[in-house]
T-cell receptor, first 114, second 114 residues
Framework: KNQVEQSPQSLIILEGKNCTLQ??????????LRWYKQDTGRGPVSLTI?????NTKSNGRYTATLDADTKQSSLHITASQLSDSASYIC?????????????FGAGTRLAVHP | GAGVSQSPSNKVTEKGKDVELRCDPI?????LYWYRQSLGQGLEFLIY????????KSGLPSDRFSAERTGGSVSTLTIQRTQQEDSAVYLC????????????FGSGTRLTVV
């Protein structure tokens, strides 16, 4: 069964600190892996998309890594800001039935405190 | 429009009533998706439309759920005889084609069945 698991479920950090969120997946076939940020009451917004051959991708203070052999990904947030408080969702795309289907993790809820 | 628009943003309905949720995708996007997000859960796929092709309805949880997309643009998700377990945020997304790149989510409709 295709699954995406994220850890931790929730996390509290102080403003200015770094943190790393984890994602493990069992999805086949694999097309790409995405990290989304979802603010409360809003839809998810894409942060990064990585294909099988990409090991790392950055978007400002966000850096995602992908190990396709171990089927693990991480999202590192540097110098956190209050506005980083949100849910971060790991999503794996799988081409099946003629289109790319997205399989979503349950998300990590991050709270950044002053 | 500039983004994916969903209406209403919030809906409270009595158990047993029917509800309609609307999604206006980005102009020119041929692919449209509906998801359900329950508290603490990952996004659950409901249905996918691609152009004039037959939709992928494999995610609809019961025959009380249906969706249509008129003229390849606006989509309506209908839930008949609502139950309390239908309470969730219903998210719509669109993308330019079946590749899944350029995926954009709406802000969702929060449905509460009382």
């Amino acid at each position: 069964k295709n699954q995406v698991e994220q850890s931790p479920q929730s996390l509290i950090i102080l403003e200015g600190k770094n943190c790393t969120l984890q994602c493990n997946y069992t999805v086949s076939p694999f097309s790409n892996l995405r990290w989304y940020k979802q603010d409360t009451g809003r839809g998810p917004v894409s942060l990064t998309i990585m294909t099988f051959s990409e090991n790392t991708k950055s978007n400002g203070r966000y850096t995602a890594t992908l190990d396709a052999d171990t089927k693990q990904s991480s999202l590192h947030i540097t110098a956190s800001q209050l506005s980083d408080s949100a849910s971060y969702i790991c999503v794996v795309s799988s081409f099946s039935g003629g289109y790319n289907k997205l399989i979503f993790g349950a998300g990590t809820r991050l709270a950044v405190h002053p | 429009g500039a983004g994916v628009s969903q209406s209403p943003s919030n809906k409270v309905t009595e158990k047993g009533k029917d509800v309609e949720l609307r999604c206006d995708p980005i102009s020119g996007h041929t692919a449209l998706y509906w998801y359900r997000q329950s508290l603490g859960q990952g996004l659950e796929f409901l249905i996918y439309f691609q152009g004039n092709s037959a939709p992928d309805k494999s995610g609809l949880p019961s025959d009380r759920f249906s969706a249509e997309r008129t003229g390849g643009s606006v989509s309506t998700l209908t839930i008949q005889r609502t139950q309390q377990e239908d309470s969730a945020v219903y998210l719509c997304a669109s993308s330019p084609d079946r590749s899944g790149y350029g995926y954009t989510f709406g802000s969702g409709t929060r449905l509460t069945v009382v």
